[in-house]
T-cell receptor, first 116, second 114 residues
Framework: AQTVTQSQPEMSVQEAETVTLSCTYD???????LFWYKQPPSRQMILVIR??????QNATENRFSVNFQKAAKSFSLKISDSQLGDTAMYFC?????????????FGTGTRLTIIP | NAGVTQTPKFQVLKTGQSMTLQCAQD?????MYWYRQDPGMGLRLIYY???????DKGEVPNGYNVSRLNKREFSLRLESAAPSQTSVYFC?????????????FGQGTRLTVV
């Protein structure tokens, strides 16, 4: 079974600073996708960024970027120029591709607080 | 542009009562999921459906049943609610064969069992 581990239950950073959230995962397969989801106080789950395992280039979406280390099975999220609206729970997630029975597996989350 | 619609948004049950959480998606997705979210536990998969007519147990299926009525709808039933089932429940859907696996979520149901 695939597992996803987020070792930082809570983090806080000053507004405009950069913060990195950690995620590791465990799988013996090579074809998969990784995601970071954001959950603000509204409870809505919002996709922040995705990474395809076969792509070596790290994904970037505006102020959000990832550091994908496939050999180390590490997938960290970097938020640059952090804003108050970035305050939320952040979940790392993993899904296998190509088996027909893929299940999306989540980590336990990191609560991020941006301090004004 | 509804996406994933989940009802109800809030519910209070007495121990032993039953209820069904409804979920429907209008994106023609194959895969649908039910998760529960508890503090410090992340989102844990209850049941999963890869296609109409098929369902599969997730990490925490005990005390729940599901039904994939058609491609659009995937319901979660609590036959005899227990206080341990107090949680926030999310339904989600995704394309199994196309796209990049992104899951779309409903707004969640906050369930309290007293």
């Amino acid at each position: 079974a695939q597992t996803v581990t987020q070792s930082q239950p809570e983090m806080s950073v000053q507004e405009a600073e950069t913060v990195t959230l950690s995620c590791t995962y465990d799988t013996s397969e090579s074809n998969y996708y990784l995601f970071w989801y954001k959950q603000p106080p509204s409870r809505q789950m919002i996709l922040v960024i995705r990474q395809e395992a076969y792509k070596q280039q790290n994904a970037t979406e505006n102020r959000f970027s990832v550091n994908f280390q496939k050999a180390a099975k590490s997938f960290s999220l970097k938020i640059s120029d952090s804003q108050l609206g970035d305050t939320a729970m952040y979940f790392c997630a993993f899904i296998l591709r190509g088996f027909g029975n893929e299940k999306l597996t989540f980590g336990t989350g990191t609560r991020l607080t941006i301090i004004p | 542009n509804a996406g994933v619609t989940q009802t109800p948004k809030f519910q209070v049950l007495k121990t032993g009562q039953s209820m069904t959480l409804q979920c429907a998606q209008d994106m023609n997705h194959n895969s649908m999921y039910w998760y529960r979210q508890d503090p410090g536990m992340g989102l844990r998969l209850i049941y999963y459906s890869a296609s109409e007519g098929t369902t599969d147990k997730g990490e925490v299926p005990n005390g729940y049943n599901v039904s994939r009525l058609n491609k659009r709808e995937f319901s979660l039933r609590l036959e005899s609610a227990a206080p341990s089932q107090t949680s926030v429940y999310f339904c989600a859907s995704s394309h199994r064969d196309r796209g990049l696996g992104e899951a779309f979520f409903g707004q969640g149901t906050r369930l309290t069992v007293v």
